[in-house]
Each structure stands twice: as C-alpha cells, then as structure tokens.
T-cell receptor, first 118, second 112 residues
Framework: GAVVSQHPSRVICKSGTSVKIECRSL??????MFWYRQFPKKSLMLMAT?????????EQGVEKDKFLINHASLTLSTLTVTSAHPEDSSFYIC??????????????FGSGTQLSVL | AQTVTQSQPEMSVQEAETVTLSCTYD???????LFWYKQPPSRQMILVIR????KQQNATENRFSVNFQKAAKSFSLKISDSQLGDAAMYFC?????????WGAGTKLIIKP
C-alpha cells in the first residue's frame, strides 16, 4: 500500500525557534496534501490544504504566517512552525491524497509529529 | 452544515465478542464517501473501511463491516470477533465536496 513518511516523529524546541516538519509520499505522487493538528483525546483539526506548485489554502483561524506550508514537489510538503510558543505544542499529522482529483477517497496518513515547545 | 456525530465517547467489549460503533452524519450532497479510521496508541491513522454513498451494498473488510443507511444518514461500524489489537480510537469521517469532516471519535476498549 501507499506510504506517507512524516519526519520528525517527535521534536522538542525552545520558545521562539522555528521547527520544520516534512511529509513525503514514498511511492506515489500527491497533488494534494493536508496538514492536521490533533489535541489530546480530540479529533483531527484541518489546518491547511497544500497543493503542489501553488499557495496553501488555510482554514479559518489558522495563522498562515505562523504555519508556513511549502509543497514544492509532488512528493514533499513541509510545515514550518515559526517562532514557536508553548501553545503551539501539539500533535501534527499530514496526509496525502492519491486521487487525481485531490479528494479524500484515497488518503494516506503520516505517522505524526509530537511538537513540544518549552 | 455538514457534520459527523459519534455519540459514544467510549465503548468496551469482551475479547472475541462483537461491538458496533455508531456514526451519524448530515450533508446535502448526493455523492460522498464515508470512512472509518482507527488510531491506535501509536497515533498512526489507519483506514479501516470506506463506503461510497452511491453504492447500496455495505462495505466489508474481514472482521469489519458497516451498516450504511443512507436515508437515515447513519454509518455504523461492526467489529466481529474483537481482538486486543482492535483497542484504539475510532473516527468516523465523511468526504463531501472535497472536504473531510471528522467525528469526535470513540475510544474502544477490549477486555481480555
């Protein structure tokens, strides 16, 4: 089956620093990738939709200047948390769509990144 | 508004028994997909089963099956012969108009 690799799995950083999270589709080209945030014991919250070669579409309430998304190739999307603060501590998950229309019918998830900001 | 509702925050079942997780949804679309995802303690999101709304036949994947009632907008998941490895959070989700809407999740506990 299709594999999506997310790295790092866990990161601890100091307040004010920036952290980059990578999401790679290993055996398919993903026109569309999604970034989610998950709070403890809660469901996934969509942060943004990333389309290769174009600007990401952010959900309401998500600061685009704080959460920078780059989808430079069909196999790689990155999420950079800039000037991280303790309230940014969370579990971040990426997913990649294998469907040509970019829909969710063939969606594969990364293993997630636990970000802890001290 | 498009919504997905899981009314059971937690369910428990004896090993080898059968359990049903409930999910209801609301959408004005006629064509959509419904999913059940499993998130074990590792937190890796795993697709359990997928149902296309225009297909009347209920989807089945080994011990997992759904009861899809389109008119009632209900999409329950039945797990037969429950195993310890089934313990996880289960999320119901709907893809409607290219947006994935998630339920709040149900924590499934397997009693040995």
């Amino acid at each position: 089956g299709a594999v999506v690799s997310q790295h790092p799995s866990r990161v601890i950083c100091k307040s004010g620093t920036s952290v980059k999270i990578e999401c790679r589709s290993l055996d398919f080209q993903a026109t569309t990738m999604f970034w989610y945030r998950q709070f403890p014991k809660k469901s996934l919250m969509l942060m943004a939709t990333s389309n290769e070669g174009s600007k990401a579409t952010y959900e309401q309430g998500v600061e685009k200047d704080k959460f920078l998304i780059n989808h430079a190739s069909l196999t790689l999307s990155t999420l950079t948390v800039t000037s991280a603060h303790p309230e940014d501590s969370s579990f971040y998950i990426c997913s990649a769509s294998r469907a040509s229309r970019g829909t969710n019918e063939k969606l594969f998830f990364g293993s997630g990144t636990q970000l802890s900001v001290l | 508004a498009q919504t997905v509702t899981q009314s059971q925050p937690e369910m428990s079942v004896q090993e080898a028994e059968t359990v049903t997780l409930s999910c209801t949804y609301d959408t004005s679309e006629s064509d959509y997909y419904l999913f059940w995802y499993k998130q074990p303690p590792s937190r890796q999101m795993i697709l359990v089963i997928r149902q296309e709304a225009y297909k009347q036949q209920n989807a089945t994947e080994n011990r997992f099956s759904v009861n899809f009632q389109k008119a009632a907008k209900s999409f329950s998941l039945k797990i037969s012969d429950s195993q310890l490895g089934d313990a996880a959070m289960y999320f119901c989700a709907m893809d409607s108009n290219y947006q994935l809407i998630w339920g709040a999740g149900t924590k499934l506990i397997i009693k040995p």
